[in-house]
């Protein structure tokens, strides 16, 4: 069985309401572990079809998804599918023959990682003055090539490429106690992507240094409420939490108002320069989503598009061949209309928080816009570091988060969430600790 | 898998010399069926079948693995071949690979059964059916091959129940082996996720004493002992424990994969060992490490050598969490509680194992009040510090042992892998509470 095989099975099978899709990739991975170390070379083939069946002359078919890891097996997949019951689908508008792409390129070997541990271990070491260290690491790179294409003439490819990795580090503090030595821990884990020629080694091992340290201070949160100050890290991963608002044609109802975030604030999407279609084989474009504190748009797939009535805006996201594209972010960011240095930030807290670090994911609740930041940071009164807080939580409604940011960085930083999500560092006023 | 297995052997012969080396190769054919279901409206079913085989050598804590996609013959010598250094691994076409067999008619006893079950019990939801039929083979260096097959069924999603105040979305979870009477004890919890409960009141942070029922401490041992008794974890507050007492006499935790009526459970582990039983707690004294071979030393892997998908490592993790039913009625547990708080259904758990701190959500938990259970309590944490938890056991276990059917896959750095537990009911005394908002 081959791709023109498998279009001509599904054009039988749904004439017209159709989409194929493959995808090779090719990744190496350098995985280190307490003196442990692994190579890992991947090579991996994946296949999804979608399809919608039955009676052309309606608006509505059942929608069936399959994925397989050859050829031959997404045929059988499909067979196995169409026998499953279905529910009735609008049938979106696929998108047609655009401009051709070019052929995909041959791949390039690929080499092993860059062993980057004994350099992040003495940057975390050096950040920390020896009290943290690195515990794991996994770096990989790796090339992918996609293929999509459709019932309605469409056939695109293009060539991924991916740089990334995970580490964690943990923090340990030993003191005399009146009962003798006591010593407590705390990790921290951080996902990152790193350009292979220049890996920014030292920015990683701040981050994880501050995010497994501050915890072992012990001290609470000084304030109640005050100025927050959120590191790119921290400002991204709300920003990722926040960003199923935007996707579909229907947001929560506090984001629909004139005034729905800071007049400062713009928030974009534009993943231009990391593919040049989605997972549906539309162009990717840039989406500017809030601008002067207003939502001036919103981001649609194919699916969400038709029932909104509105074109795809080339956001079909398709994590992994195993999943059908779903709606959302590609490349969020925020973007600031006169971005301040970060230290300029700083120095305006009058009194408040740092969050430096996450402890527990972000917690979102859109439709009755809520949310809840657990963090780690320093204490700040009148532009100056006042001492480490070793945990203390930021809850309120997502909107007031919104209306009330009053600075962004111009450090700006994506991070994988798993979609891209960057940010500068971000000053929020009056915001509620405990 | 029809491979020659002895040919592959021979060849993995030549990537292991040394006896303590090791050289595998494993392949995996899956078939997962999803069907999502609204108000006995089936939505749009997905079906994923995969093939996959990966090469291992190990030697002298290093390690390399060549993962190509198929699952014949073909692709097990092209995997060997990548690691020997003879060839690189595809990007073009992959191997081929037998065909599993039909998944839509495994699904299709499901497909039928589950409607009439929900239209009977449940009848409004937003839920998720799945289907997993995974069938594994382990060929290694101067050990025999292995081959196994699990599959499991999971029901997942919002059970739309009638509560005072009119209708509330209700969590709901439920994973099992697809064997035995796993229908009914479907049924079972479906009528009691959509039985009418009274309006919750909002949790009151502070310091509580919990009486974890309905197997749910199973979510709190896999937690604080099995994460921090997996052979490769971090150090942690047990790491220093050695023979002291932990806990109380009476309490017996054990790791085993071999009870297959249980989510986490299998014959074979991903490197084709024979899994044991672990005692993790016995007679409140810490027990041994959860290992593969890896990391198992002259004692051996226990069997708990698992990958999350054929192009995974394997790691040493936990399956099934047992522990040992005592001697109090639930009655009994809750006079002896007297005040504090009554939880029979933990969604999730977490753990950091280097500082020691766990934290277990909850939907909905029942405020006992001198000794009687009192009104409803909302969504929120428990946490606490597992020395301390494991101090502030009581020495009366319920007599009654229940699986933990909402507990059912467990991610760790990122791979996600089937496990459950069950245990009789447990009291707690001074864990934390914290309202989520």
């Known amino acids: 069985m081959t791709f023109e095989g498998l279009r001509r099975a599904l054009e039988r099978r749904a004439p017209g309401r159709w989409e194929l899709y493959r995808k090779t990739s090719h990744s190496r991975e350098r995985d280190t572990c307490r003196g442990n170390s692994r190579i890992a070379e991947r090579s991996e083939e994946g296949w999804a079809a979608r399809w919608w069946e039955g009676n052309t002359e309606e608006p509505a078919a059942a929608l069936r998804f399959a994925a397989a890891s050859s050829a031959e097996m997404l045929a059988a997949a499909i067979e196995d599918a169409a026998r499953l019951p279905a529910g009735g689908d609008p049938v979106p508008d696929l998108p047609a023959r655009g401009r051709k792409s070019p052929a995909p390129e041959a791949p390039a070997p690929i080499e092993d990682p860059p062993d980057l541990g004994p350099a992040l271990s003495a940057a975390i070491s050096a950040a920390s003055a020896g009290t943290s260290s690195l515990a794991t690491l996994a770096i990989r790179v790796g090339v992918a090539h996609e293929r999509i294409a459709n019932a309605n003439g469409l056939d695109v490819s293009q060539t991924l490429t991916a740089a990334d990795g995970v580490a964690s580090a943990i923090a340990t503090n030993t003191r005399e106690t009146g009962k003798g030595k006591s010593s407590s821990a705390a990790a921290a884990r951080a996902a990152f992507r790193f350009d292979p020629a220049r890996p920014d080694v030292e920015r990683l091992a701040r981050r994880l240094a501050d995010a497994s340290l501050l915890p072992l201070s012990g001290r609470a949160a000084p304030f109640r409420t005050g100025q927050w100050l959120l590191e790119p890290a921290v400002a991204a991963a709300v920003l990722a939490a926040v960003a199923p608002a935007f996707c579909g044609g229907r947001g929560p109802s506090w984001l629909s108002r004139e005034t729905a975030a800071s007049p400062g604030v713009r928030i974009v999407d534009d993943a231009g320069a990391e593919a040049a279609w989605d997972g549906e084989g539309v162009a990717t474009r840039r989406m500017l989503l809030v601008e002067s504190g207003e939502v001036v748009a919103r981001l649609y797939d194919l699916r969400s598009g038709k029932a909104a009535g509105r074109p795809s805006t080339g956001h079909g996201a398709r994590p992994s061949f195993r999943e059908p594209p779903r709606c959302e972010p590609r490349k969020i960011f925020f973007e600031g209309s006169s971005p301040a240095a970060a230290e300029t930030l700083l120095s305006s807290v009058r009194r408040g928080l740092v969050a430096r670090a996450l402890t527990a994911p972000v917690r979102v609740d859109l439709r009755a816009d809520r949310y809840e930041a657990e963090f780690t940071g320093v204490s700040v009164i009148g532009g100056r570091e006042q001492g480490p807080v070793a945990g203390a939580r930021a809850s309120g409604r997502i909107s007031e988060l919104l209306r009330r940011i009053e600075g962004i960085g111009s450090d700006l930083q994506f991070f994988p969430m798993p979609f891209l999500a960057g940010s500068g560092t971000l000053l929020v006023e009056r915001a509620a600790f405990d | 898998m029809d491979w020659d297995d002895a040919a592959i052997a021979r060849e993995l012969d030549r990537l292991a010399p040394q006896e303590d080396d090791i050289a595998d190769v494993f392949a995996e054919r899956l078939t997962e ?107 290694a260096a101067r050990r025999p091959p292995a081959d196994f097959a699990r599959r499991l069924v999971s029901v997942e999603g919002i059970v739309v129940a009638a509560s005072r105040l009119g209708d509330e979305d209700r969590l709901f979870s439920f994973h099992a082996p697809d064997a035995g009477q796993v229908a009914d004890e479907l049924r079972t ?92 707690i016995q007679s409140g004294r810490l027990g041994s490490r959860l290992a593969d071979r890896s990391t198992g030393g002259r004692s051996g892997s226990t069997g708990h050598g698992r990958r999350a998908a054929a192009s995974e490592p394997p790691q040493p993790r936990s399956a099934n969490i047992v522990v040992t039913a005592g001697s109090a009625s639930s009655e009994e547990l809750v006079r002896r509680l007297g005040n504090g708080l009554w939880v029979d259904e933990i969604h999730a ?36 510090e597992m020395r301390a938890a494991l101090r502030g056991i009581e020495p009366v276990l319920g007599r009654e042992v229940h699986a933990c059917r909402t507990l059912g896959w467990c991610a760790r750095d990122g791979r996600v892998l089937p496990v459950q537990g069950e245990a009789p009911d447990v009291l707690v005394r001074g864990l934390s509470l914290r309202p989520s908002r």
Do not use: M
């Open chain 2, 33 to 139: 069926i999803s069907i999502p279901w609204r108000d006995g409206s089936p939505g749009d079913p997905r079906i994923r079948r995969e093939a996959g085989t990966a090469a291992r050598r190990r030697a002298r804590g290093a390690e390399r693995l060549a993962f190509v996609s198929g699952a014949g013959e073909d692709a097990a010598r092209a995997a060997v071949r990548t690691l020997l250094g003879e060839k690189p691994a595809r990007t073009g076409r992959p191997v081929a690979g037998g065909t599993p067999e039909t998944g839509a008619a495994e699904a299709s006893r499901w497909v039928r059964r589950l409607p009439a079950l929900l239209a009977r019990h449940a009848p409004r939801h937003r839920l998720r059916l799945r289907i997993l039929h995974a069938e594994r083979h382990v060929v």
């Open chain 2, 189 to 280: 919890a479906l009528v009691e996720a959509a039985a009418p409960r009274a309006r919750p009141v909002p949790a009151v942070p502070g310091a509580i004493d919990v009486l974890l029922a309905r197997g749910c401490a199973a979510v709190l041992f896999h937690e604080i002992l099995a994460h921090t008794l997996e052979a490769d974890a971090e150090r942690s507050p047990l790491s220093d424990a050695g023979d002291a007492p932990l806990t109380v006499t009476d309490l017996d935790v054990r790791d085993d994969p071999r009870r297959l009526d249980l989510f986490g459970g299998y014959e074979r582990d991903d490197e084709g060992t024979a899994p044991r039983a672990v005692k993790l």
């Open chain 2, 349 to 384: 758990g977490s753990v950091e194992p280097s500082s020691g701190l766990f934290r277990l959500a909850f939907q909905r938990a029942r405020r006992v009040s001198r000794g009687r259970l009192a009104e409803e309590i909302g969504a929120g944490y428990l946490y606490g």
